[in-house]
């Protein structure tokens, strides 16, 4: 059974930075997209980043060009979220996410994402 299991989550003042992990036990990356979605508290969960694990292309949602970065590094098997400038809107559970089917283009649309770990939080202060 695959496991996907997120940490780095905690507090921070406006304009600080965290980063997010997501460790991927037991699934393969192979012609697959990882992705990092958010829900904030009361809303709806939303797409942040996301890669391809061949070739690593990138995604983002426009919310978050230009401040956060995504990446993987496959000999650790895990996926990253360096997350800078951030600012009280970015409030929220943050979740990995792995894509059932094969992908090459990155994208945010939650239904291509079947793997899901169990969140971490983030709490950003004004």
């Known amino acids: 059974q695959g496991q996907l299991v997120e940490s780095g989550g905690g507090s921070a003042q406006a304009g600080g930075s965290l980063r997010l992990s997501c460790e991927i036990s037991?699934?393969?990356?192979?012609?697959?997209?990882m992705a990092w979605f958010r829900r904030p508290l009361g809303k709806e969960r939303e797409g942040v980043a996301s890669i391809a694990a061949d070739g690593g292309t990138t995604f983002y949602a426009d919310s978050v060009k230009g401040r956060f970065t995504i990446s993987l590094d496959d000999a650790k098997n895990t996926l990253y979220l360096q997350m800078d400038s951030l600012q009280p809107e970015d409030t929220a559970m943050y979740y990995c996410?792995?894509?059932?089917?094969?992908?090459?283009?990155?994208?945010?649309?939650?239904?291509?994402?079947?793997?899901w770990g169990q969140g971490t939080q983030v709490t950003v202060s004004s």
């Open positions: 037991k699934y393969t990356l192979w012609r697959r997209c």
């Open positions: 996410a792995r894509s059932g089917d094969p992908c090459y283009s990155p994208g945010l649309d939650q239904v291509d994402y079947f793997y």
